[in-house]
């Protein structure tokens, strides 16, 4: 079975990767690793945004180090969105016990924009483009569900949503789970089978894991 494996990249770093030692991960191996025994992987998507700096905040240089990693790899492709930062103005929390109105209090919100739509736009395009025979789609993100049913019912190619969660007690959204043919949530061993050698070399020279990952 022809396969593609699309990957929310923030949804797959907050979801399982952040605070563990698994963060330098090399997304094919990680793909063929997840990927059911009948599947020959021929291609990942990964669907991400650069962060930008923020005051208070130190430069997101271990996210260009990964990014570089990850462009050594052939058969992966990396699709950028936007990261977004403004400032919005939001009610205290807790309230006033006296009935007066919450003070408002401002502060700078952060977001992750476009790699949503790129995944969606991605997974529709190559299924019509008859690319895979079945798609992987590693994310927990609901507004995924109305495009992995298109494919699974209209384009009748396979589906499968990876749970990017180690928590044995959660699962996947409702939405995503009566959308896709199947789902399973990442494993441990799968990540921990799937890093980068500490020292990398490209087009500009060798590099290394960042320090602390």
């Not at 990249?9 to 399982?16: A, D, K, R, V």
């Not at 599947?39 to 430069?59: L, M």
């Amino acid at each position: 079975m022809r396969t593609i494996v699309y990957v929310d990249g923030f949804n797959l770093y907050f979801g399982c990767l952040k605070g563990t030692p698994y963060r330098w991960l090399d997304l094919w191996a990680f793909a063929e690793k997840i990927a059911p025994k009948d599947s020959e992987v021929v291609q990942v998507r990964y669907f991400t945004a650069r962060v930008t700096p923020q005051p208070g905040y130190p430069p997101p240089v271990h996210q260009e180090i990964y990014l570089r990693a990850v462009a050594t790899i052939p058969g992966v492709t990396t699709h950028l969105g936007e990261y977004r930062s403004h400032v919005k103005s939001f009610p205290e929390h807790p309230p006033p016990t006296d009935g007066s109105l919450p003070r408002l209090v401002r502060v700078r919100k952060m977001d992750e924009k476009g790699s949503d739509v790129n995944l969606a736009s991605y997974l529709l395009l190559d299924g019509f483009r008859n690319l895979y025979d079945r798609a992987i789609v590693v994310s927990n993100d609901s507004d995924l569900a109305t495009p992995i049913e298109m494919v699974r019912t209209e384009l009748e190619k396979r589906t499968m949503v990876l749970f990017p969660c180690l928590d044995q007690k959660r699962s996947p959204t409702s939405r995503l789970r009566q959308a896709a043919a199947k789902w399973q949530r990442v494993r441990e061993e799968a990540l921990q089978r799937s890093q980068f050698l500490n020292h990398l070399s490209d087009a500009r020279g060798s590099f290394h894991k960042p320090h602390g990952w």
